[in-house]
DNA sequence: TGAAACTATTTTAGACTTGAAGTAATGCCG
DNA sequence: CGGCATTACTTCAAGTCTAAAATAGTTTCA
């Protein structure tokens, strides 16, 4: 969590119209800055509110969705690869959900190599309580953009993104 | 580090146009898992270049850069202010720079409660270097994007920090 | 068949992060 | 002066994360 990076460029206020001769070589550093200053804002109050209301970690939160809108069994690589993080990662967290109760871990008999993970009742009943208060402070933190601004943000992060991981 | 929760909606592909009566309710979910997912994969790209070209770990890069930027000494309590992480954490990113002899730590005789931090003519140096490496694999990274496009990206991920701070 | 390659997961070491509690110096004010 | 709140920083416990090594099961193919 961090990037505070900003060699240079100063918070231009205003629409920083410009666009002049040759193009500012910080501009990306300054798109880059308020894209990590954005989403770790709105992480750590989703990530505050998660814990203060329901005793709950992001990572846990994000590692139940994966398994609710999955509705079946998933293997711990399958969620590594979904919520795009390390195996090892998904290990500890998985140990740490199945010691509260709320997911479940199997061995496939088909492949005793591989595990998979299911949330139990508990497990799925919090998760949709979480979901839905989730869903609302989403929306209240971005409130302030309306519709068309949201989904204008919401196509550039579409290409910024495809632009990333064609570089990665 | 996640956020995956898409409760609901799939990726739909094309600009999203509907805009239809009642407004989706889940696509302020998608804004901001489209969010995470883009500053994401540029954060960990960042740390991973940073690692395997400098031995370099984010957080420590961003401190320095904040020292780099701020031209004097300057307090732990600002530091933690500017990187916006708790105190805890900024002590103990300036005891490994410090062992790594990149910056200094002096304590103040004004107010012997407070130390300020400095970079060292090695730190410095390697700040240079280091940033200005970063600086294009920023660029690189979101060169898909076109200069208008960056700038409205840039222009609306102001206004969308601005609604989430607003509301913390 | 059996060795080598591959796949799935766990383990480990090291770093980062937070929130809460602890320590120490300073400032306020009766 | 002297107690008390405040401020600055450190320490601590718990959780998250990664990369790399280790473990174990499966597949391939000579």
Redo the contacts between chains.
């Keep these: 969590?961090?990037?505070?990076?900003?060699?240079?460029p100063g918070e231009r206020r205003g629409?920083?119209p410009p666009?002049e001769a040759h193009?500012d070589?910080?501009?990306?550093?300054?798109?880059?800055l308020?894209?990590?200053?954005?989403?770790?804002?709105?992480?750590?109050?989703?990530s505050r509110r998660l814990r203060a209301e329901f005793a709950m970690t992001?990572?846990r939160?994000?590692l139940m969705?994966?398994l609710?809108?999955a509705d079946n069994a998933v293997t711990l690589g399958e969620l590594s690869r979904?919520?795009?993080?390390t195996n090892g990662n998904v290990t500890g967290l998985v140990d740490r959900l199945v010691e509260d109760g709320l997911v479940e871990r199997k061995v496939r008999r088909a492949d005793r190599r591989s595990a998979t993970v299911c949330l139990t009742a508990d497990g799925r009943a919090l998760f949709h309580e979480m979901?839905e208060a989730?869903?609302g402070w989403?929306?209240?933190?971005?409130?302030?953009?309306d519709?068309?601004?949201?989904?204008?943000?919401?196509?550039?992060?579409?290409?910024?993104?495809?632009?990333?991981?064609?570089?990665?």
Excluded: C, Y
Aim: net charge negative; charged share 25%.
């Design positions: 969590m961090d990037q505070i990076v900003d060699t240079s629409d920083d666009g193009p070589a910080t501009a990306p550093l300054r798109l880059w308020r894209l990590f200053a954005t989403s770790n804002a709105v992480e750590g109050e989703l992001l990572p939160f994000d969705a994966q609710d809108k979904r919520l795009m993080v979901a989730h869903r989403v929306a209240e933190l971005f409130s302030s953009l519709e068309p601004q949201q989904q204008a943000l919401s196509n550039l992060l579409r290409d910024a993104r495809d632009s990333v991981v064609a570089r990665v």
